[in-house]
């Protein structure tokens, strides 16, 4: 299980721009490194929002922020033109990202159990080394949280 202390685990990952994007990118600065289930969902769509409205503020403080799903570059790239995000979104189809850091998981919805996407934040400190870990998001205030341990970091 990835958690505070241990080394982030290494990736690289298509981009909605059609670039890449890989952990080494943000050496010497933190990241907020966040996992969603699905582009254009409800709870998605408010998250990617919230950390778009306080990307500034992120920067000012010192960090990055990168979101992360299943969804393909394309998709991405829709979803950051419908809700204008500012924030940056990576592909990660075959999901080996998204396991390295523990956070494909087993859900339960209606009895019925399946795998997929935990809400999942990491803070990845200027030495690759992750700093906080927030599992199992909820997405009311979750952003504030986590600007707030940026800055506590900064």
């Known amino acids: 299980m ?86 940056p979104l990576a592909s990660d189809e075959d999901g080996k990202v998204i396991e390295a850091y523990g956070s494909w998981v087993e859900k339960n919805m209606y009895g019925k159990k399946y795998m997929g996407i935990e809400r999942s934040t990491f803070l990845i400190g200027p030495d690759g080394k992750i700093l906080e870990v927030w599992r199992k998001v909820r997405v009311p205030g979750h952003v504030e949280k986590v600007l707030d341990a940026v800055k506590a970091h900064g």
């Open 2 to 87: 990835t958690e505070a202390g241990k080394k982030a685990p290494n990736f690289s990952l298509p981009t909605e721009d059609g670039g890449k994007v890989s952990l080494k990118d943000f050496m010497g600065q933190m990241l907020v490194l966040y996992f969603y289930p699905k582009d254009d969902t409800s709870g998605c769509t408010k998250e990617a929002i919230g950390f778009s409205e306080m990307l500034g503020a992120f920067k000012k403080a010192g960090a990055n922020v990168l979101g992360v799903s299943k969804d393909t570059p394309e998709k991405h790239a829709k979803f950051r033109a419908k809700h204008e995000l500012t924030v």
